[in-house]
C-alpha cells in the first residue's frame, strides 16, 4: 500500500501487519520458509513489481534477510529479476501452486462419491491417486467400514510412483516422453524400502500392465495386503490418475480379488475420466 508521499507501507493484511507465531508454536515451525512466503504476499495488484527495499518493508523483514529470500526465490523460479533495473516480480510458477490445490480439490469432489459407491460394493478400501512429480498423491481414500488395514495411507501421502502398484497402473499409460520425466524426478520422500525399482526391472511390469489393463499383487510396502490397481484413461489415451483396492493377502488370492473387484473398479475408472472431461478438470500430468 502506498503511503502519502508515494513509499510503499505495509498493508493491514499483508504478513507484516500479522501477529507473529506463538513461541510454543514457532518450535514446531520453520521461521525461513514463512519469512520466503511473507516475501511472496508482498507482491499484490498494486505493487506487483518491487525494489528489495520495497519489499523488505512490505514484508517486515530487514533487508538482509529480504534479500536472502528473493535470492532463493528467484533460483526456485517463483521470482524474477526485472532486467535492467533493480526490480523484481512473481512469476507465473506461483499460480502453479494454486492452480494445484484446486485441481486437486475438483479432483476429490469427483472421485470422492464414486469411490464411496465402489467400496459399497466391493467391501474393501479404496484410493484414488494422480502423478505429482516423481510420485503418486493419494487424492482421495475411503475405507471399508471400521476396518483397519496394516497400511497408514492418508490423503495427501506421497510414494515413488514406480514403487506403487497404483503408481506403476498410471506409469503404464504414459506417453514415452513423460515416462522418462517421472522417472527421472527424485522422490519428495526417499524410503529406505522398499527400493525404486530400475528401469530394466519395471519395464517387464509395466509391459504387463499395458496388455492386461491392471495390476494386482501383494503390496510391496506391507506384504499382508494384496492390492489391484486399474488407471484412469482420459480422453487421449493416456492415464489421469489411477483407483486402488486393498484387501487381506491371507483371504484373497489374485484371482480372487480380481474377480471380486476388477469389474466395478473398471467401470469406476471410466466415470471417473467421464467426469473429469465433463468438468474440464486439470489433468495432474503436466504436459
Given amino acids: 500500500m502506498a503511503s502519502p508521499n508515494g513509499s510503499l507501507t505495509p498493508n493491514p493484511a499483508s504478513p507484516a501487519a500479522r501477529p507473529r507465531l506463538d513461541p510454543k508454536e514457532a518450535k514446531s515451525s520453520v521461521q525461513s ?4 512466503l511473507r516475501v511472496l504476499e508482498a507482491f499484490s495488484r498494486d505493487a506487483d513489481e518491487m525494489t ?6 512490505a514484508s517486515g523483514l530487514d533487508a538482509g534477510t529480504t534479500f536472502r529470500m528473493l535470492n532463493t526465490l528467484v533460483s526456485a523460479g517463483y521470482v524474477a529479476r526485472i532486467p535492467e533495473s533493480r526490480r523484481f516480480r512473481l512469476t507465473l510458477k506461483v499460480l502453479d501452486l494454486g492452480f494445484n490445490a484446486i485441481a486437486h480439490q475438483d479432483l476429490r469432489a469427483i472421485a470422492r462419491p464414486l469411490l464411496q459407491a465402489l467400496v459399497d460394493e466391493v467391501s474393501e478400501a479404496a484410493s484414488f491417486g494422480v502423478l505429482e512429480g516423481g510420485d503418486v498423491l493419494y487424492i482421495e481414500r475411503v475405507r471399508a467400514g471400521f476396518t483397519r488395514l496394516g497400511v497408514d495411507i492418508r490423503i495427501g501421502t506421497t510414494i515413488p510412483a514406480a514403487v506403487t502398484s497404483i503408481g506403476r497402473a498410471i506409469l503404464a499409460f504414459l506417453p514415452e516422453h513423460r515416462l522418462e520425466r517421472v522417472l527421472a524426478t527424485p522422490p519428495r520422500h526417499p524410503m529406505p524400502a522398499p527400493k525404486v525399482p530400475d528401469r530394466a526391472t519395471l519395464e517387464p511390469a509395466l509391459a504387463a500392465i499395458r496388455r492386461d489393463g491392471h495390476v494386482v499383487e501383494r503390496s510391496a510396502i506391507t506384504p499382508d495386503l494384496r492390492l489391484l490397481a486399474v488407471p484412469v484413461i482420459g480422453p487421449d489415451g ?11 493377502a491371507t483371504q484373497f488370492s489374485d484371482d480372487d480379488l480380481k474377480s471380486r473387484a476388477l469389474a466395478p473398479m473398471l ?3 471410466n466415470h471417473i475420466a467421464r467426469a ?5 478438470s486439470t489433468s495432474a500430468i503436466a504436459p
Fill in 276 to 280: 473429469q472431461e465433463a468438468v474440464g
Fill in 238 to 248: 493416456w492415464a489421469t490418475g489411477a483407483i486402488s483396492v486393498v484387501a487381506p
Fill in 33 to 36: 520458509l514463512a519469512k520466503g
Fill in 267 to 269: 467401470a469406476t475408472a
Fill in 52 to 57: 528489495l527495499s520495497e519489499i523488505a518493508a
